[in-house]
């Protein structure tokens, strides 16, 4: 992916995004939570926290974000998330019918949600480190640490 973006800490201009799809009769947005909170438990830890904060995404309505509870001050607030005990992880939300529509699913039998995360920001949190941009500026003593 690439956004008109300034390489800074905790974003960067180029990154690798994983997206997924869920399509089905009677998808709800309690499964597209309940998928969620069991990612971020699987690849963080049973002790991790989730929380979803209305957000505005093109072709998914309702939309969210989702943040983690801070590993590093456990949800206190610290210099890491700024202080908020949170950290934001993906974007997701419900398949619009509208797109369905667009496609000739029928929306009053179908529903899905969607979601999207750059794996760079999840491979950080989940080892601690501190800057995205050491993922692009070739070090290989930082990269054959993986």
Not at 93 to 121: H, L, Q
Request: proline residues 5%.
């Amino acid at each position: 992916m690439y956004r008109r973006d300034v390489a800074d800490p905790s974003h960067l201009p180029q990154f690798t995004q994983i997206e997924g799809l869920v399509v089905d009769e009677g998808i709800t947005f309690g499964d597209l939570k309940g998928t969620l909170e069991h990612f971020v438990k699987r690849m963080f830890g049973e002790d991790r926290r989730v929380r979803l904060r209305p957000h505005f995404f093109p072709f998914t309505e309702p939309s969210a974000e989702v943040d983690v509870s801070c590993g590093i001050c456990g949800g206190t607030g610290c210099r890491s998330c700024g202080g908020e005990g949170w950290l934001e992880i993906l974007g997701c939300g419900m398949v619009d019918p509208n797109v369905f529509r667009s496609v000739g699913i029928d929306p009053e039998r179908y529903s899905g949600f969607a979601f999207g995360m750059g794996a760079e920001r999840i491979a950080a949190l989940k080892y601690g480190i501190p800057d995205l941009r050491l993922f692009i500026e070739g070090d290989m003593r930082f990269l054959d640490q993986f």
